[in-house]
């Protein structure tokens, strides 16, 4: 199989997470690795650490004081080929750095209170770039990625608040997507949305995976199976099992992982 | 007792507390506007209070109140910012937090003398600066109230998203953040000031009153709270009427503010 060939892009080695004043960690010793430009599903029963491990992989849990890691998450540096432990980032500037390489795409669609075109250009102008022309560009091959171009090439200077949720969500994707990210992390990027919508943002990652590493994290099963390449199964902050998605839902090693698919709980 | 009938007491109880309350509202706007309306003529705007207009203390009333404004939504802004957005649940943000609702509601005659003490006695004459920083004092902690609990609703996610972004809290926070609860703290700030052009008691031994047209702000100030509770106690007619025309106008100013204030929020939800 080419699958096994895919390039780490990532890996969490040994990681504990604590919440504030939490007396035990959420993440108890989680091992993973995230292959290049692949898609890789992160699934579990609610409170299971999924959502924890997908925050620290860009440490937006440092947004609230108090959180406690222990352990590696290790990044690829595109320079130079070398895996560099990100949660050694301490100043300000570092992270935002990382934040840059490793994206985010939130479960509520956050639209921020400006127009379809300030909200792409948004991250662009918090890196520094000015340029009127490049800015043009750059939203405008953003809003294409994220197959939005069509419905918002007319509305550029209408807020974002008036898109419907689908769009909205499309619209945080073009946002992320315009900074050229090395990863993009999903946290239940379409339970708040309706079918048709769904299947839009589904296709829209799938597309996505040429350019981009994802990771996703998804209450759906169906969807797991449908997108991703690998898949991963926590349970009560232990990763359980990783492996291709097929196999894991066809033919998973451990019983526990076969029980949550079946259904017999979670 | 049948409950259909505890029902209809309670009901008509409430009513008839309810009609109370109005009637005597009612009762106060009616007679305002009757005995106002019938007493303004065109000199009460262009004739100061000395030759019996309040030209002066419509001027000097707005001056102290703007002037409270420009010294006061600065620091309730960055102060409700601070509580809500880098406070966290430390002791000294409640602290100050519960320190500024209590002074919500502090007597404004108290603001007044403490502000005599400070800025009027030293100087040995009351002065429209003083008058200012009492007002600004009563604006204080109505804004740092609106504007933390406005910035509180806006939800996390737009927040961690900004971050995700790649953006540092300071650039969220005023860029996005305050943004998003733009409409709320500009609402809170005219209610603010809807509150201190009516006041009378923070003023009345600080810019005290002026006759006079004046823009020195040193000196004694003209203020037309401070000429309603004073033209009010006069023995002639001429002054009481002018009392009502007072009361009428001032009365239409906040009326008119609180209702702008009211639009801009319904507007937006």
Same mark, same amino acid.
């Given at each position: 199989?080419?699958?096994?060939?895919?390039?780490?892009?990532?890996?969490?080695?040994?990681?504990?997470?604590?919440?504030?004043?939490?007396?035990?960690?959420?993440?108890?010793?989680?091992? $993973?690795?995230?292959?290049?430009?692949?898609?890789?599903? &992160?699934?579990?029963?609610?409170?299971?650490?999924?959502?924890? @491990?997908?925050?620290?992989?860009?440490?937006?849990?440092?947004?609230?004081?108090?959180?406690?890691?222990?352990?590696?998450?290790?990044?690829?540096?595109?320079?130079?080929?070398?895996?560099?432990?990100?949660? !050694?980032?301490?100043?300000?500037?570092?992270?935002?750095?990382?934040?840059?390489?490793?994206? &985010?795409?939130?479960?509520?669609?956050?639209?921020?209170?400006?127009?379809?075109?300030?909200?792409?250009?948004?991250?662009?102008?918090?890196?520094?770039?000015?340029?009127?022309?490049?800015?043009?560009?750059?939203?405008?091959?953003?809003?294409?990625?994220?197959?939005?171009?069509?419905?918002?090439?007319?509305?550029?200077?209408?807020?974002?608040?008036?898109?419907?949720?689908?769009?909205?969500?499309?619209?945080?994707?073009?946002?992320?997507?315009?900074?050229?990210?090395?990863?993009?992390?999903?946290?239940?990027?379409?339970?708040?949305?309706?079918?048709?919508?769904?299947?839009?943002?589904?296709?829209?990652?799938?597309?996505?995976?040429?350019?981009?590493?994802?990771?996703?994290?998804?209450?759906?099963?169906?969807?797991?199976?449908?997108?991703?390449?690998?898949?991963?199964?926590?349970?009560?902050?232990?990763?359980?099992?990783?492996?291709?998605?097929?196999?894991?839902?066809?033919?998973?090693?451990?019983?526990?992982?076969?029980?949550?698919?079946?259904?017999?709980?979670? | 007792?049948?409950? $259909?009938?505890?029902?209809?007491?309670?009901?008509?109880?409430?009513?008839?507390?309810?009609?109370?309350? %109005?009637?005597?509202?009612?009762?106060?706007?009616?007679?305002?506007?009757?005995?106002?309306?019938?007493?303004?003529?065109?000199?009460?705007?262009?004739?100061?209070?000395?030759?019996?207009?309040?030209?002066?203390?419509?001027?000097?009333?707005?001056?102290?109140?703007?002037?409270?404004?420009?010294?006061?939504?600065?620091?309730?802004?960055?102060?409700?910012?601070?509580?809500?957005?880098?406070?966290?649940?430390?002791?000294?943000?409640? $602290?100050?937090? !519960?320190?500024?609702?209590? &002074?919500?509601?502090?007597?404004?005659?108290?603001?007044?003398?403490?502000?005599?003490?400070?800025?009027?006695?030293?100087?040995?004459? /009351?002065?429209?600066?003083?008058?200012?920083?009492?007002?600004?004092?009563?604006?204080?902690?109505?804004?740092?109230?609106?504007?933390?609990?406005?910035?509180?609703?806006?939800?996390?996610?737009?927040?961690?998203?900004?971050?995700? @972004?790649?953006?540092?809290?300071?650039?969220?926070?005023?860029?996005?953040?305050?943004?998003?609860?733009?409409?709320?703290?500009?609402?809170?700030?005219?209610?603010?000031?809807?509150?201190?052009?009516?006041?009378?008691?923070?003023?009345?031994?600080?810019?005290?009153?002026?006759?006079?047209?004046?823009?020195?702000?040193?000196?004694? /100030?003209?203020?037309?709270?401070?000429?309603?509770?004073?033209?009010?106690?006069?023995?002639?007619?001429?002054?009481?009427?002018?009392?009502?025309?007072?009361?009428? %106008?001032?009365?239409?100013?906040?009326?008119?503010?609180?209702?702008?204030?009211?639009?801009?929020?319904?507007?937006?939800?």
């Amino acid at each position: 199989m080419t699958k096994e060939t895919a390039n780490p892009i990532m890996e969490v080695k040994d990681l504990f997470f604590t919440y504030p004043n939490a007396p035990e960690p959420t993440l108890k010793g989680n091992n $993973l690795t995230i292959y290049e430009n692949k898609i890789t599903a &992160m699934i579990g029963p609610s409170g299971c650490g999924k959502s924890t @491990l997908l925050r620290a992989m860009n440490r937006i849990h440092d947004l609230y004081a108090g959180c406690k890691y222990e352990g590696e998450i290790n990044l690829r540096n595109l320079k130079n080929n070398k895996m560099e432990n990100t949660l !050694n980032l301490k100043k300000e500037n570092q992270l935002i750095g990382l934040r840059q390489k490793v994206g &985010m795409i939130f479960q509520k669609p956050t639209p921020f209170p400006m127009s379809i075109y300030d909200n792409v250009a948004y991250g662009l102008r918090l890196k520094g770039i000015k340029s009127k022309s490049e800015l043009d560009g750059r939203v405008e091959k953003a809003l294409k990625e994220a197959a939005i171009w069509k419905e918002a090439k007319e509305r550029l200077n209408d807020s974002a608040m008036g898109l419907s949720g689908g769009q909205q969500q499309r619209l945080c994707i073009a946002r992320s997507v315009a900074l050229k990210p090395e990863v993009l992390l999903f946290d239940e990027p379409t339970s708040a949305l309706d079918p048709i919508s769904t299947g839009a943002i589904e296709e829209l990652i799938s597309e996505l995976k040429k350019d981009v590493t994802v990771v996703i994290v998804t209450h759906n099963m169906q969807q797991a199976s449908r997108l991703s390449d690998y898949t991963t199964f926590m349970y009560l902050g232990d990763i359980i099992e990783f492996g291709d998605t097929e196999k894991i839902f066809l033919n998973p090693d451990e019983k526990l992982t076969e029980d949550y698919i079946t259904g017999r709980f979670g | 007792m049948n409950r $259909l009938l505890l029902n209809k007491i309670i009901l008509t109880l409430s009513t008839i507390s309810a009609l109370v309350g %109005i009637g005597f509202l009612f009762w106060i706007l009616i007679t305002l506007t009757y005995k106002g309306i019938s007493s303004i003529q065109l000199s009460t705007f262009t004739n100061d209070l000395v030759e019996g207009g309040i030209r002066n203390l419509l001027v000097g009333q707005f001056t102290m109140a703007l002037l409270a404004t420009v010294v006061a939504v600065p620091i309730g802004v960055m102060a409700g910012i601070y509580l809500r957005e880098y406070g966290g649940e430390k002791r000294m943000t409640m $602290l100050i937090r !519960n320190l500024s609702d209590i &002074m919500t509601s502090a007597p404004s005659i108290v603001i007044g003398v403490f502000v005599f003490a400070f800025l009027v006695e030293p100087f040995g004459t /009351f002065n429209g600066w003083a008058g200012s920083v009492a007002l600004a004092i009563m604006m204080l902690p109505i804004i740092i109230g609106t504007t933390d609990n406005m910035l509180a609703l806006v939800p996390k996610e737009l927040r961690e998203a900004g971050i995700a @972004l790649g953006g540092s809290k300071h650039k969220i926070v005023l860029q996005i953040v305050l943004k998003a609860a733009k409409v709320g703290v500009t609402t809170g700030i005219l209610l603010s000031f809807a509150r201190i052009i009516g006041e009378t008691a923070p003023l009345l031994f600080t810019s005290a009153n002026n006759q006079f047209f004046t823009m020195d702000m040193s000196g004694q /100030f003209p203020s037309l709270t401070v000429s309603i509770y004073n033209l009010a106690t006069y023995p002639d007619e001429a002054s009481r009427e002018l009392a009502w025309a007072a009361s009428f %106008i001032l009365t239409a100013i906040v009326l008119f503010i609180n209702l702008v204030g009211r639009f801009v929020t319904r507007n937006k939800h």
